[in-house]
């Protein structure tokens, strides 16, 4: 039989800054997946989606086109609503770990379908994967169940979750084409709309730590992406958070699951509390559970009752001693001062020189390898005070991740004026 269209007559078309219709992008999704459409072919199209844009309806017919490549997930017969959150990702995002036990703790359901950390920005299941025995694979009946018992899940994506997407994000990661608004609002659209939540909060980061550096690109990428899960029936909101300076006080795996920890007893930085609270906020909001006080309830310990069931419903032991690092190395303050700057690209990136992240998606993850950071911005130092402190599991490591930290960081005589952490809202 004679195909529909023509992969080469579409490449052109986009090239020329053209539009593709509905039946275009259905098919070119499908055969793609399906192997017909080549990487090549496909490589030039994303290319010239990233040099000329998409039009709306385009971007929602390749959202579309994408679901549809897999299974969309049912919780329909779950007694409780569903609400969940999604970060374009940043350097010490630890937030998924308090958030989900905290939005639980007030009966909504939440399932987390993470992924793995690749460069500079962790990924939230290779931070889980450092508490003894858990496991981030589960069956769709495993997750299912756990919705109902324990209230909140996280776990890896299931291949058959948009695997249009998991080809094409390959493609893009390799091609210089990732940066794109459309392909990066269908991408993650496309698997937040097939999970099949009700509801959403996305934190959508700007800043040197973040895949979009300019707040103005972030805000756009946000309303696209709220203009998506809107049209698909998801209640679906954006917070624009600042991702200039990491957030809290560690970066890596196990260290960032300790201070998630402290943050469920009611302590933690005062940076990762407050975007915990406004996002559990929000997504109480869109699950139709209002008029709670959120941060009362998390100082309250309820939180943490659920974080424990979660750890244990996933083979994990709440109580297991977390991995800590062979070797490690302080850096201290050589004169008087206080720190005007930190910044989150260079901060993450000598983490993952550290190990805690990965070069290639089949790369292991050193759990205890990151940095801990004993001040932030606006904290007063002396002469000899300890600024941070790097792990590794082999002392090699340091100088690579001291390089990626030269004039990441500045002492000054006054304080910086306080740059607000989450900028706007968007619906
Ligand atoms: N995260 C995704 O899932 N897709 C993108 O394109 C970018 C970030």
């Not at 992924?115 to 495993?142: Q, V």
Request: aromatic share 4%; net charge negative; proline share 4%.
């Amino acid at each position: 039989m004679a195909e529909q269209f023509d992969a080469i007559e579409l490449i052109r078309r986009k090239r020329d800054g053209g539009a593709l219709s509905g039946d275009e992008i259905r098919w070119l999704i499908a055969r793609y997946t399906d192997g017909f459409v080549g990487d090549e072919q496909m490589a030039a199209m994303t290319m010239a989606i990233f040099l000329n844009g998409m039009q709306r309806d385009e971007i929602l017919n390749l959202t579309n086109a994408m679901i549809a490549s897999g299974e969309r997930l049912d919780f329909s017969s779950l007694s409780k609503p569903t609400t969940d959150k999604h970060s374009t990702g940043g350097v010490g995002d630890k937030i998924t770990l308090p958030l989900m036990p905290l939005v639980a703790s007030f009966g909504a359901a939440v399932p987390q379908l993470s992924g793995r950390g690749l460069g500079h920005t962790g990924g939230t299941l290779d931070k889980l994967e450092s508490i003894p025995g858990w496991r981030a694979e589960l069956s769709n009946d495993e997750l299912l169940r756990q919705l109902e018992e324990v209230g909140g899940v996280v776990c890896a994506a299931g291949a058959e979750l948009a695997p249009a997407d998991k080809k094409l994000y390959a493609l893009r990661d390799i091609t210089g084409t990732v940066e794109a608004i459309p392909l990066i609002a269908s991408s993650i659209m496309s698997k937040k709309i097939a999970e099949g939540t009700g509801a959403l909060v996305l934190d959508v980061k700007f800043g040197s730590g973040a895949f979009m550096r300019e707040r103005e690109r972030a805000r756009e990428l946000a309303e696209t992406m709220v203009q998506l899960g809107t049209d698909a029936g998801v209640n679906v909101s954006a917070l624009l958070t600042d991702m200039n300076t990491p957030l809290g006080r560690t970066i890596g795996n196990a260290n960032e699951v300790r201070e998630s920890i402290e943050v469920l007893a009611g302590g933690g930085p005062a940076d990762v509390v407050e975007l915990t609270v406004a996002l559990a906020q929000e997504m109480l909001e869109l699950a139709g559970i209002r008029d709670v006080d959120v941060a009362a309830h998390l100082r309250g310990g309820q939180a943490m009752d659920v974080w424990r069931k979660f750890v244990v419903a996933q083979g994990g032991d709440p109580d297991a001693a977390m991995p800590t690092s062979r070797e490690s190395h302080e850096v201290r303050a050589e004169r008087d001062g206080v720190v005007t700057r930190q910044d989150a690209y260079q901060f993450g990136l000598a983490a993952w020189r550290l190990g805690a992240g990965r070069a290639r998606k089949q790369d292991p993850v050193v759990h205890a390898a990151g940095i801990d950071l004993a001040v932030k911005p606006g904290d007063t130092v002396r002469r000899g005070d300890l600024l941070w402190t790097l792990h590794a599991d082999d002392a090699s490591h340091f100088n690579r991740a001291l390089d990626a930290l030269d004039g990441a960081w500045e002492l000054g005589d006054a304080a910086p004026e306080p740059a607000p952490l989450i900028v706007d809202r968007i619906r």
